[in-house]
């Protein structure tokens, strides 16, 4: 089994797309991040946790499901990393394989050394931009090989059947 820990804020200030977004609304960048790890979710079947930190909001962690992607948002006083140090103990096993997005190098040491994987913002984007790209590729197959009609027809019956509907003999 594989899971991807996402550190939110940080691939959000890193990806083009989500800091262009961050700049007018931050909730539009957050939003757009869980969309694409949906995305990234069911192209790759690879479980995925998004952390935001919540570190200056009072209150309890808070834990969400959005799009089939795992949401936390910690706890006041902690911070992602520290929710992601957390993470990467408890959910590592033997036929556990961890990776971490995110392109802090002390939290990438961290996890490094608990046994998780790294990934850097740039890697992640670059692997994201290809995975929506094979999915654009697929679904364009898909409508090009999907037939007009819901059963088959041979070429000679569709053409029957659109004079019939033309009202032509």
Do not use: C
Request: aromatic content about 6%; proline content about 2%; charged content about 30%.
């Amino acid at each position: 089994m594989q899971i991807l820990l996402v550190d939110g804020y940080n691939i959000i200030g890193a990806w083009n797309e989500l800091r262009l977004l961050k700049s007018d609304k931050l909730l539009d960048a957050r939003d757009r991040l869980i969309e694409l790890m949906a995305e990234y979710k069911a192209f790759t079947g690879i479980r995925v946790i998004v952390v935001f930190d919540a570190h200056l909001v009072p209150g309890v962690e808070n834990k969400q499901r959005q799009n089939d992607v795992e949401v936390i948002f910690t706890r006041e006083n902690e911070t992602a990393d520290e929710r992601i140090e957390k993470l990467t103990q408890e959910l590592s096993g033997r036929r556990v394989q961890i990776h971490v997005a995110t392109s802090d190098m002390t939290e990438q040491r961290v996890v490094f050394g608990q046994g998780a994987l790294r990934k850097s913002a740039r890697e992640f984007e670059i692997e994201m931009a290809s995975i929506s790209s094979n999915i654009t590729k697929n679904v364009r197959r898909i409508q090009e090989n999907k037939p007009t009609s819901k059963i088959p027809l041979t070429e000679e019956v569709a053409e029957i059947f659109e004079k019939w509907r033309r009202g032509m003999k």
